[in-house]
T-cell receptor, first 114, second 112 residues
Framework: EDQVTQSPEALRLQEGESSSLNCSYT??????LFWYRQDPGKGPEFLFT?????EEKEKERLKATLTKKESFLHITAPKPEDSATYLC???WGAGGTSYGKLTFGQGTILTVHP | TAGITQAPTSQILAAGRSMTLRCTQD?????MYWYRQDLGLGLRLIHY???????GKGEVPDGYSVSRANTDDFPLTLASAVPSQTSVYFC???????????FGPGTRLTVL
């Protein structure tokens, strides 16, 4: 079954303690992989789009990477304001009805303690 | 710019009643989407529209209908609400069906 799996489900870090979140996918015909940040009570906020294996994107303390089967979201020297749920989603399919529809992972809840 | 607005912010609805959740975007995006987010199930696509005048079914379309009369608006209607439709509903849009989707703030719906 085509799916997107994120790990860990929850991650607690001390401020300044770098770590990585994982998103693995078993879909065919990847068109794009997206990372979002979601704060409680709010809609997902777009972070990155990755289209092909080997691609990397950076924004402040965040860096997203992509391989053929997974993506990592690296967080360097996190701060308490980085605490949020991080969602991974894939746009996949050979066209037709799957085109443009995202499949989301369950998310990783990140908590950064001061 | 406002981006995507959704209304209402929250609503409590009696089972069997109908309701329309409103979504408006000001980015002139061609594609729009409705998702529901439930604890433990993540975000699931209800309906989508790749361009004005067309709509399609997502993963969980039963009990919901949509219309896309123009580019900016994409209302979601529950004809006869049931408790299992209690959820947080998010509207999203993208320039085309292949582009990044941007989300609205959500509507929290409780069906009693």
């Amino acid at each position: 079954e085509d799916q997107v799996t994120q790990s860990p489900e929850a991650l607690r870090l001390q401020e300044g303690e770098s770590s990585s979140l994982n998103c693995s996918y078993t879909v065919s015909g990847l068109r794009g992989l997206f990372w979002y940040r979601q704060d409680p009570g709010k809609g997902p906020e777009f972070l990155f789009t990755l289209y092909s294996a080997g691609e990397e994107k950076e924004k402040e303390r965040l860096k997203a990477t992509l391989t053929k089967k997974e993506s990592f979201l690296h967080i360097t020297a996190p701060k308490p304001e980085d605490s949020a749920t991080y969602l991974c989603a894939v746009n996949w399919g050979a066209g037709g009805t799957s085109y443009g529809k995202l499949t989301f992972g369950q998310g990783t809840i990140l908590t950064v303690h001061p | 710019t406002a981006g995507i607005t959704q209304a209402p912010t929250s609503q409590i609805l009696a089972a069997g009643r109908s309701m329309t959740l409103r979504c408006t975007q000001d980015m002139r995006h061609n594609a729009m989407y409705w998702y529901r987010q439930d604890l433990g199930l993540g975000l699931r696509l209800i309906h989508y529209s790749n361009t004005a005048g067309t709509t399609g079914k997502g993963e969980v379309p039963d009990g919901y209908s949509v219309s896309r009369a123009n580019t900016d608006d994409f209302p979601l209607t529950l004809a006869s609400a049931v408790p299992s439709q209690t959820s947080v509903y998010f509207c999203a849009s993208s320039a085309t069906s292949a582009d990044t989707q941007y989300f609205g703030p959500g509507t929290r719906l409780t069906v009693l």
